[in-house]
């Protein structure tokens, strides 16, 4: 079973920045797929970012396209998001998921979240 | 605009069998796979269903998926009250290439 662990959350002021990292224990942590998903608080999931494993596709929702860009180094298993002008929005639990990524009728696509983290939670308040 | 529409409640009594319906568009749950998920209170979410109506390891044959046409379907048989939970639906949409979820259903075991 794979661990996923984030950490990175924090208060933050309306048009600052924040980073968010995510730990893998598993070894083949360079085949998932890697993934972000946010939850304001009382609200339901919002997918934010995917990337593949090699790094090839990656994936931003439209509300965070811009201003967040997700990374990850597969030799240390991990997975991060810097974001930036962050919004009182973007207020919300992240977490960090594995999945997979396939080649459909349309081009690329991610799917199958498995694996979940705890979450991390961020506050972007004045 | 690209949206998964489910109910924001369901109920059912423990043994019972419950439906919990998503409907979509021909840009994410017509064209590619859906997946279900449940999130109990205060913890994260857990894949339940993929590729429509397969279950990953551990997950008890009482939960099982459906699709048709732009529309997919999670039934829940056997109903436990640690079922009460949260029940979103997500697929790739082609049109925002991006991931939707459902708003949720919120299942109450009476």
């Known amino acids: 079973e794979v661990q996923l662990l984030e950490s990175g959350g924090g208060l933050v002021k309306p048009g600052g920045s924040l980073r968010l990292s995510c730990a893998a224990s598993?070894?083949?942590?360079?085949?998932?797929?890697m993934n972000w998903v946010r939850q304001a608080p009382g609200k339901g999931l919002q997918w934010v970012s995917s990337?593949?494993?090699?790094?090839?596709?990656?994936f931003y929702a439209d509300s965070v396209k811009g201003r967040f860009t997700i990374s990850r180094d597969n030799a240390k298993k991990s997975l991060f998001l810097q974001m930036s002008s962050l919004r009182t929005d973007d207020t919300a639990i992240y977490y960090c998921a594995t999945g997979f990524g396939y080649s459909g009728a349309n081009g690329f696509y991610f799917q199958d979240f498995e694996y979940w983290g705890r979450g991390t939670l961020v506050t972007v308040s004045s | 605009q690209s949206v998964l529409t489910q109910s924001p409640s369901a109920s059912g009594t423990p043994g019972q069998r419950v439906a919990i319906s998503c409907s979509g568009s021909?840009?994410?749950?017509?064209?590619?796979?859906v997946n279900w998920y449940r999130q109990l209170p205060g913890t994260a979410p857990k894949l339940l269903i993929y590729s429509n109506n397969q279950r990953p390891s551990g997950v008890p044959d009482r939960f099982s998926g459906s699709k048709s046409g732009t529309s997919a379907s999670l039934a829940i048989s056997g109903l436990q009250s640690e079922d009460e939970a949260d029940y979103y639906c997500a697929a790739w949409d082609d049109s925002l290439n991006g991931v939707l979820f459902g708003g949720g259903t919120k299942l109450t075991v009476l």
């Open positions: 598993t070894l083949g942590f360079s085949t998932y797929s």
């Open positions: 021909n840009s994410n749950i017509g064209t590619n796979p």
């Open positions: 990337m593949s494993g090699s790094s090839d596709y990656i």
